[in-house]
């Protein structure tokens, strides 16, 4: 069943305006996809199966963009930084994130200004990740 959001664009969030969670699901699911094949960003992924971590970035993205709490109701605090930390992200695993962040975002077909909006937190937050020099 497809839920109707509610309201003006105003009184919207991001999430809803953008087409909910199944949006954020086909974003993240494309760029796992990358992810798989990259064979840079790969190894940063330790579990045989990358469907965890897929579905972790899900619930991260939306209730970040004003979805459910899943993900806080599950794990917590996000505490980006810390739950990165083991993995070295230099300039080249930014650049590989958002690569592949960027096919994802693409295919959506969302409004420019939702796409730049997307973009811009998506680019602040592989910015944000960096830990190591190159």
């Known amino acids: ?8 664009l105003e009184e919207q969030t991001f999430y809803e305006q953008i087409g909910g969670e199944e949006t954020f699901r086909r974003l993240v699911h494309r760029f796992y ?28 993205l939306i209730q970040y ?18 739950r990165h930390a083991p993995f070295t992200v230099d300039r080249a695993a930014h650049d590989a994130w ?3 962040m960027r096919t994802a975002v693409d295919e959506l077909g ?6 730049r909006q997307l973009w811009d937190y998506l680019s602040y937050a592989a910015a944000s990740m960096v830990n190591a020099a190159d």
């Open 110 to 115: 969302l409004s420019e200004a939702h796409q």
């Open 65 to 82: 963009w004003g979805g459910p709490r899943t993900y806080s109701d599950n794990r917590g605090h996000p505490r980006l930084r810390m």
């Open 1 to 8: 069943m497809t839920e109707i959001p509610r309201g003006t």
């Open 98 to 100: 958002l690569r592949h």
């Open 33 to 60: 996809q990358g992810v798989a094949e990259d064979p840079l960003l790969r190894p940063m992924y330790p579990e045989e199966d990358l469907g965890p971590a897929e579905e972790r970035l899900t619930l991260f």
